[in-house]
Structures are given as C-alpha cells and as structure tokens.
C-alpha cells in the first residue's frame, strides 16, 4: 500500500490509515487529520484585553499548529509508540552505549511534585531537599570513580568531554604552558573526543592502535611532547578490551607535562570493581545515562557529570553545590573556575534519578552490575567466537567486538546481519563502529539480561551465520520484512531534505 | 572502472583535463564508486584562488565525508552548479556531467599520473 | 539485587561454558593493585525499593513546590501548564527507553514524534528547519555563534546585553578559546536599544545576537537590526527563553532572523530544577549543512512507504569527527516529544490563550503596582523588572510573599551579579490567577 497522500481528500486519507498490520496502525502526521479543531483545551489564568503596546507586535499569520482533542492525541501517540523498539519491549545490545533496565521507582521518584515542579532560581531555604540529592549524588559519584571533586553541570557526556577539556587547558594555562594545545586521541576513540577538543580549540592527533587493539606504548611515546595537553583515553576502551598497561599510558604523559583525560562511556565494566582515578586519570565524566540507567528517551537526555583529582578541582564550573554546618548551598563564583558551561546547574532530574539506582544496590551490591556486565559480554563472546570472526583475542569487559569477515565471503556484510536480528525479534548491535576494524559489530548485553535472554540472541546470531553459509543470502539482503517499516532510503532522505511538513 | 586516456590523474583519486591555460576538475570513477551514493557536494567559491594539493570540494555519501584536493593551482572560474540539485551526477557520469570546477591554471601541480600510471596504482 | 535476573547457578553454569575458574579471572587484566575490594566504597546501604520512595519523598517534602506554592518566577524557566497526557506519553516505555534511532525500521514512532516537532517548532518561530533539539537555551545560544561563524567565514560576535546572563556567559565561554573577538554590548538600561547593538557591528562580525522578548521581557521591532545584518553581511541571531511568546508576537522568522534559538520548556516540560529542558534550534534552509544537532528528514522504505531517519549525519562527530559542526550526541529527545504531544494537545487556540493570558497577567500586575514602585515603559511579553526603593525594601518584601506560599520574582543579581540589588524579575503566566495578583499587591502594599 503506498502511503501518497492525497491532501485534498480527507476519506481518502482516513481510509488508507485505518488499514492495520494485525493491531499495528498505521497513523497519518499530525498535520493530515482533517477536521476542524475541537473545543480547545480549557486553562487558568487572566483575562483581558491587550494593550496596544503589545498588539502591535501582534503575530500576522497564525502558527498552524495542530489541534487534536484530547483521545486522539493520545491514540496518536500510543500508536506511534508502538513503532518503537525500547529496552521494555527487548534486548537492546548497542555497543557502547549501555543499554540496561531503567528501574520504574526512579521515574516515580523523580516526577514527585517537590522534585519535579521546583524553580531552579526559588531561595535555598526552599530546595533543601533537592540540594541534598544533588550533593550526596555528587559524592557518591567521585567516590565511584576515585575522583572525588564531581560538577554535575554538564548535560550528556559530549558536553562533559568539553569541560574537562577547559579544564584542562585552565590548568596548563595556569602553569604557564600556553602552548599546550595537543589532544591525542586513539583511533578507537568516539567521535566526540575529537570534536570536543576542536570546541575547546584545541587539535587532535590521532594515535594509531596497537596490533591487540589497545593504545601503542610507541605510538603514545611518539607523539608525546611540549605541546601535549592530554590524552583522551575510554577505558576498556571500544573494542571492549582494558587497557592493562594504563598505569603505564599515565604516567608517560604526566611525565611529558599532559594529563589524562577519561571517557566514561564504559564505566559499566568497572563500577564497584576499580576506579579510574586510582589507575592515574585525572578527569572523567561520567553517562549516567548509560552506567546509572537514566533512560535514553530516544537520544537524550542524559547527564555527563566530570569528576576531577586535586590538580583540576580549582578549575570545576559554577554553579557547584557546597554545604555547611546547616544547609546546601550553590557557590556561583570562584576566581578560577572555567565558569559556566550550562544555563543551569545541570540536568537535575536525571541526577536525581542516578542517585536513586546507586541507592538501590548500594555499597553492598554496586560491584555486582560490573560483574554480571562482564560475564554476560564474556558469554556472548563465547558462544558466537567459532561462528563470527573476533578481531582481538582474550576476555572482553562488558561488551565484544566481531566483524562480518567471515560472512563477507558469502556476500554478506554487517549491515545484512543487523536488518536480520530485527527480523529474528532483536535490536541490532552498534555496526561499523569502532572504525579500526573492517565491518565492526560492538555487542553490549548489560547485566540486566538474562541467561535465556542471550541464548536466544546468540542462537539468532548463529542461526544468520548458518544462513550465510548455506548461501542463503537473499533471505539477508532483504531483511528486514517483519517491521513495520523495512530498509529505508537514506541516500533520497540526504540528497533531498524534507525536514518539516510543508503548511 | 573506466579510465578515460585524455584525463591525467592524482593519488588522491581526483582528475584534471587540461586546456591550454584553463583545467576541469572531477574525482575518478574509482573514487565515486568508493564513496558510494553522493549526496551533496560543497563547491567552491568563483573567484577562489586554489594550491595544488589544497582541499576545494567536499563530496558526502550518508556515511562518508572527503576533501576533494586541486591536482594543479589555478583560480576557480567555474563551478559546476548542476550538482547543487543532482549530486547523483558524480556517480553516474563521473567525468563528464559530473565534473566539480574549472580553474584557470597558474603554476604548481601535484604528481599527476597518466591513465596507465593511475591504473597501476589502482591495482598496487 | 532485583535488576539483575542471575542467579548463582546460572553464574557459575555461564562462567562454566565461558572456561573460567570463576568471575575473577574476567578481571584479570585489571592490574591487581587496582582492584578495590567489594563493599568498600563510601556509598550508603542498599536501599529497597519502599525505602528509596521514602528517602525520596523525604527530600520532596523539603522543597517548595509548584504545586502548594505561587509561581512569579521565570527568567528563562517557566511554570505553565502540563497535561497529564504528555506525562503519559512520554512515560510510555517505547519512548521512554529507546536509544537514539539508529535503527529506523523499529524506531519510526521516535523519528515520526521527531519530524512532527520540527515542523511545529519551524511553524512556531517562523523559521525553515528545525533541528531535533540541543540541551538548552545557553548552549544552543553558544552553537549558534559557532554555526555563524562557519556560515559567513567571519570571527566576530556581537552580543545585546539584554540577552540572558547566562546565555551571554556560556556564549563568551565557549568562544573565548576560539580565535575572534566577542563584544557584550552594554546597555544601560533595561530594555533592548538597538542602536547600540547596530554600532558594534562592523565587517568582521559574524554574527549578532539578540533575545526576543528580551531578558526584561521586553518586546521591541527587529526590522532595523535586519537592515544592519544586510549591510555588513553578517547573520542575525534572535535567541529566546519562552517560546509561548510566538503564539501571540509575531515570530523571530517573520522578522527576519537567520538562526533562532531557545529554551522550548515552557512547552509541556517540567521546571525540574533547571533541567532536564528543551534548546531549540531552528535556521533558514540555505544554512542547513551547517546547523549542529541531529535531524529528521522524510523518505522511504524498501516498499515505498512512507518513513523517517536521522539524516544530514556528515555534520556530526559520529563521521566528521574534530571537523563536525559540533560535538553533540546524546540531546533532549524525549522533549521533543514531550514538546511535540504538548503542542498537539494545544493547537492554535490553546496556544493563543497560554501565551494571552501570560501578557494578561503581567498587565494586570501592572497596572495595580503602588506608587513605591517602578517599572519600564513600553510592550512586554510576560516579564518585567520592578524596582524598589532598597534592596532591605525588596527583600523585606520577597521574604513576606514567602511566607505566604508565594515566590513572587527573582532578585535579578542572581542571575545578572553585575544589577543592583533592588531590582527584582517578575513573571507571570497562564498558571496566575487574578487572585494570585491581588494577594502580590496587597503584599507589595503592606511591606512599603
């Protein structure tokens, strides 16, 4: 059924979107229901007549937002919902990006009316309670990375890269060394290491990997000099492996003047276990969107809090949440602060949803989310090392890494396999990253699955194999056909942009 | 993988067909086929004097980004406007339609590779 | 622990399978001196899911809240109306707790939700594209200047300094690493004077930026910064902090902007504490390869059905890397669809009468105020500064409507630590009932 509208017949409309799959609707845009606006919602407030002052700037041409009464925006919705593949509905094995539970209680928690409806600029006597969450937060939050100077500023961990980035020059600056302006970067690294750096004015130099996928001594030594201001390094780094040698990797840049910048992304292999800060790092952020289960909501948002050791604590943003004998308090200036990086003091209602989930497991328990991580990525690596090739040899942390070598020689590339697991009931894997090796794909189970959850991924992984083998190739090109959408044209979507409905 | 004779050719998998004074630039059949579906092109400015060997183009696929460098030095006096609407040109008719700019030559030149030195290149 | 599904056997039969002694030997190439031992962490003990809800409505308790106390507050958050349906909506797991949609054939309610809100926030400021969202309003501030600077090849950025404090501080901090020079207009008074913003500019300005209505609130004619913007060939930059404004002042678009940018909060989401909130970015059409952010586009699939991806991905860190437009990645997704639901439930009509009655209540403060009291001439929005004799005047004053339940505006040094400290920000919106405006003034009376 093609889905050409027809905008000058609304039967015609209504009748192509009443088609079902079974129960999965199909749904027009907001902008093609056809019927004059309902009663309008009804709302508070005061009435009365403008004055001309304002009248005269009156808007000429109404906006042309939509109306829909109240059960069809909420159909609308659902139906669109319903599209949709979340960690509720699957598993969900994104590499990299940590995709576990989100713990229902943190949502009901964080949408209490004295956490959610509170103005970021009422007095300090009159947020107490959430001040004490953000303050306990922060502390558990270095104490969890050894590095207990923490801003909660930052809204995802981009823009944590960036402050620690600012950080770090300050801190150079400081000691004189204007020159410092290199940030070295493995080729491993995600692509916002790089693009923080540039924001930060700085440049990148790229380090090339080492024949086991980690950080090259050489390499690293190779371009370490006057001009180093730090070194990025996400560890276990994107190929899932730890970098052992990084005692090592820190203390060769300390040595040549730098510091050492960590990328938090995959805190989920340590948490509980080790801690970057005892290793030599000496700022990190931290996704607590992915380590700390705040849900993704389909790209954000996130928090991406930055924990300092004693050379950056000076340099932290303001506003930085402080406490004395008898109350919380926001410190908003400092002389050599970085300033501010955000409008706020941060993403206040993700913070306290990761102060919740570390509540509940506890000192006791907080190691226990790195182990079953570990071993879950360890299995999965297990069960499907025969059958997929497996660039870097050895355990893995929390996720693992194969590529489609093996399957290329039937025709078959990664992109093949992933359009396949949808098919087989699966989200697919992070693909084609990292880029150091040919047709990557990155698994990340996290802890939360269960045992019978990944054999039946893995089984589904072997299943593909067994298919490319058996030269069954077609079945894979043209996968997926159980969705409701299949393979979309991407190429049609770039060259021509079609951003909004036109009015 | 067509490789015209008339073209000369860089290790960057760019081509330049020189004119007397004038020279048209474009990227190989290779290159096109590398990148796969084009999407955009970011031409540059008329007028825009260029260093052989200095980036002047951009060419995107979905997934993919390349510089785009000048085999010779020259100053733009050309672009090719058509690819603002039909980027496709590239992939299709990579040394003809979908040629990039045409500068007019002042001196310097990168290594430039005859077809039969770019073929060999390409199977090197 | 109630997250994780293993049990010991199932432990031990995958540590089994795997060829490992037990779990420490997955940790092996951790150095030992680095392994911490279990439970020593300086955290509190687990708590149960009872005991969190507790130590959670503890902490609520001691906040005061929107929904027991009255809200005169704003200054670039806003407390306006959210319907139940958009908490449901945005609650729904399949929204919820899906990544980024990176995988369109099974993320299409994301990317549909995604396309809506672009267009509608297009359609609200009057602008061509939208992009699906930045952080807030004073990092989309800071990207806009960046993305100016791309767009005309130029350095300089001249900042109005009735924008936002904090926008204008996290604009100049992220460009004071980057070479060019960045001027803070000064100016004086507590409004927008154009002419002042207009002398700045000179033929290395990339960009000027502006807030619409102003951080006063105050709501002034573009037109003449257009004409400025033509001649020296830079953009013109009009940044935001209620967008409700655009559903009854003509839109930054219909006045010309080239970049708009803002806090799309006041659309559905709550205040929150300062986050998380809505940046919104939108700019003409020509400019769009050099906008940041993520965005939607139309296309289709396989069968020739209609269907949504992310799309214009070049610009991004995932492939262009240091040369991307930014370092964005994770945004505010679920915003927009929180944005996208409220606006659908509203329409037109609601919108109208949410932004009516915000400027309603203003002008009926206004007009009430006692002669010890002064404020600004000319159009606002639903904003002011009213200044008191003193700050002990303002302060004796703020600390009564306190103790009423009634946060009655927000002592503009807080934000802006240059401003002398009897001024204080007032807003007002739909959530303001006449009543509400009558204890205020006879507060203001009696604390003379």
Known sequence: MSHTLNHSDPNHVAQQYSSTQGIQHEEPLLFEYHHDAPESIQLPGVEGALSADLTRFSRSTPANIPSLSEPETVRHFVRMSQWNH??????????????????????????????????????????????????????????????????????????????????????????????????LVPDSAHGTNPASAALCGMHTIELKSG??????????????????????????????????????????????????????????????????????????????????????????????????????????????????????????????????????????????????YIAAYGRQNLHKIAEDAVLNANYVLHRLKDAYHVPFDGICKHECLLTDAIQNKHGIKTLDIAKRLIDLGFHPMTIYFPLIVHGAMLIEPTETESRATLDSFCDAMLEIATQCQAGETELLHQAPVKPFRRRLDETQAARKPVLAWPT | MTIPADLKYTKEHEWVRIEGEKATFGVSDHAQEALGDIVFVELPEVGRPLEAGEAYAVVESVKAVSDVFAPVSGVVIEVNGALEDAPELVNSDCYGAGWIAKVQIAEGSVELLSDHKYSTFLEE | MRFLPHTDSDRSAMLDAIGVSGMRELFVDIPAEFHIEKGSLALADALSEAGIVRKFSKAAEKN?????????????????????????????????????????????????????????????????????????????????????????????????????????????NYLSRLDGQYVDVDMGCFGTDLDKVIAAIDEHTACVIVQYPDFYGSVYDL???????????????????????????????????????????????????????????????????????RVCGLTTDADGKRGFVLTLSTREQHIRREKATSNICTNQGLMCTAAATYLALMGDTGL??????????????????????TTTAGAHYNETILSFSDQSGRDRFLAAAQAKNMFAGIPLEKIDPKADPSHLLVTTTEMIEAEDIKDYITLLEATK
């Open chain 1, 86 to 183: 979340g960690i509720e509905t699957g598993f969900y094995p994104l590499g990299s990006c940590t995709m576990k539970y989100n713990p229902r209680v943190n949502e009901k928690v964080a949408n209490l009316p004295g956490l959610a409806h509170i103005h970021p600029d009422q007095p300090e006597d009159s947020v107490q309670g959430v001040l004490k969450l953000l303050y306990e937060t922060q502390g558990w939050l270095g104490e969890i990375v050894g590095l207990p100077y923490v801003t909660l500023q930052p809204a995802a961990g981009a823009h944590g890269e960036l402050t620690g980035l600012m950080m770090i020059r300050a801190c150079l600056d400081a000691r004189g060394e204007h020159q410092r302006r290199t940030v």
């Open chain 1, 211 to 356: 024949a086991d996928g980690r950080i090259d001594l050489d390499e690293l030594k190779a371009h370490l000099n006057h001009e180093t201001a730090a070194l990025m390094m996400t560890n276990p780094n994107t190929a899932g492996a730890f970098e052992s040698d990084v005692k090592e990797i820190c203390q060769l840049v300390h040595d040549a003047g730098g510091l050492v910048y960590g990328d938090g992304a995959n805190l989920n292999a340590l948490v509980g276990v080790a801690r970057p800060g005892d290793m030599g790092i000496d700022c990190l952020h931290i996704n607590v969107h992915k380590t700390f289960s705040t849900p993704h909501g389909g790209g954000g948002p996130g928090a991406g809090p930055v924990a300092v050791n004693a050379t950056l604590k000076d340099y932290l943003p303001v506003p930085h949440i402080v406490k004395d004998a008898d109350a919380y308090h926001l410190k908003t200036c400092s002389d050599t602060s970085i300033g501010s990086v955000l409008g706020s003091i941060g993403q206040s209602g993700v913070l306290i949803r990761a102060n919740a």
């Open chain 3, 64 to 172: 005061r809240n929107a929904t027991n106390s009255c809200y005169f507050l704003g200054g670039g958050t806003y407390h306006h109306f959210v319907p139940a349906v958009v908490d449901y909506v945005i609650s729904r797991g399949e929204f919820l707790t899906a990544y980024t949609p990176y995988q369109p054939e099974i993320a299409q309610g994301t990317l549909q939700a995604l396309f809506e809100f672009q267009t509608m926030i297009t359609r609200l400021t009057g602008m061509d594209v939208s992009n699906a969202s930045m952080y807030e309003a004073a990092t989309a501030t800071a990207e806009a200047a960046l993305m100016a600077r791309r767009v005309s090849r130029k350095t300089k950025v001249v900042m109005a300094g009735s924008v936002n404090p904090r926008y204008r501080s996290v604009t100049a």
């Open chain 3, 223 to 293: 037109a003449p910064l257009r004409v400025a913007c033509d001649a020296a060939k830079c953009l013109m930059v009009v940044a935001f902090s209620d967008v409700s404004a655009f559903a009854l002042i003509e839109p930054p678009g219909a006045m010309g902007a080239d970049i708009t940018v803002g806090s799309g909060q006041s659309l559905g989401i709550p205040m929150a504490f300062g986050g998380p909130h809505l940046g919104l970015f939108s700019c003409k059409q020509k400019y769009v390869r050099q906008m940041p952010g």
């Open chain 3, 352 to 373: 109208a009468t949410v932004a009516h009655h915000s400027a309603a209540a203003l002008q009926s403060l206004l007009s009430q105020l006692p002669a010890h009291i």
